[in-house]
T-cell receptor, first 113, second 113 residues
Framework: AQSVTQPDIHITVSEGASLELRCNYS??????LFWYVQSPGQGLQLLLK??????LVQGIKGFEAEFKRSQSSFNLRKPSVHWSDAAEYFC???????????FGKGTLLTVNP | NAGVTQTPKFQVLKTGQSMTLQCAQD?????MSWYRQDPGMGLRLIHY???????DQGEVPNGYNVSRSTTEDFPLRLLSAAPSQTSVYFC????????????FGPGTRLTVL
């Protein structure tokens, strides 16, 4: 069965600091990996996705993520955080023949001024 | 395009009542799904559909029914509401489902008393 672990429930960073959100997955074949962001009271918006090819993926809002097969990880990074990045971030894995998308439990990001 | 729409935005039910959460998309997507979001649990798949007339169970299907008579609509029915079904419900759609981006609706916040 596929699964996703986001080890950090809550992260606080200062505006302008760098950010890395961790994501580890379990999947039997080549995974399709996603990062979504959810602002308070809103739906989910796709930040970026990895299907194949270059393991460093660029997304919207200046985010990037790196797929590391050997570590079963897909960590999300941003070099300089803005106050508007405060939100909850979800990593997800999919791509199986059962058409399921499995989400992690999320990481809540707080940005201090 | 309106994208994925959900109605109602908020709903309060009493235990034992039934209701239908509506979901519609105007992107001609084949794949649609329902998730519930609970604090600290991330999103969990309830039911999904890979096309009109085809539905299947997700991770947490008990207490919910779905049907897919048209490509556009994918309603979620609660047959006899229970307090454990208090949650935020998200509908999503994608072109292929397996390796395509899922677009999420704004959500329905349901409270069962």
């Amino acid at each position: 069965a596929q699964s996703v672990t986001q080890p950090d429930i809550h992260i606080t960073v200062s505006e302008g600091a760098s950010l890395e959100l961790r994501c580890n997955y379990s999947y039997g074949a080549t995974p399709y990996l996603f990062w979504y962001v959810q602002s308070p009271g809103q739906g989910l918006q796709l930040l970026l996705k990895y299907f194949s090819g270059d393991t460093l993926v660029q997304g919207i809002k200046g985010f990037e993520a790196e797929f590391k097969r050997s570590q079963s990880s897909f960590n999300l990074r941003k070099p300089s955080v803005h106050w508007s990045d405060a939100a909850e971030y979800f990593c997800a894995v999919g791509g199986g023949s059962n058409y399921k998308l499995t989400f992690g439990k999320g990481t809540l990001l707080t940005v201090n001024p | 395009n309106a994208g994925v729409t959900q109605t109602p935005k908020f709903q309060v039910l009493k235990t034992g009542q039934s209701m239908t959460l509506q979901c519609a998309q105007d992107m001609n997507h084949e794949y649609m799904s329902w998730y519930r979001q609970d604090p600290g649990m991330g999103l969990r798949l309830i039911h999904y559909s890979v096309g009109a007339g085809i539905t299947d169970q997700g991770e947490v299907p008990n207490g919910y029914n779905v049907s897919r008579s048209t490509t556009e609509d994918f309603p979620l029915r609660l047959l006899s509401a229970a307090p454990s079904q208090t949650s935020v419900y998200f509908c999503a759609s994608s072109y292929s489902g397996r390796d395509d981006t899922q677009y999420f609706g704004p959500g329905t916040r349901l409270t069962v008393l």
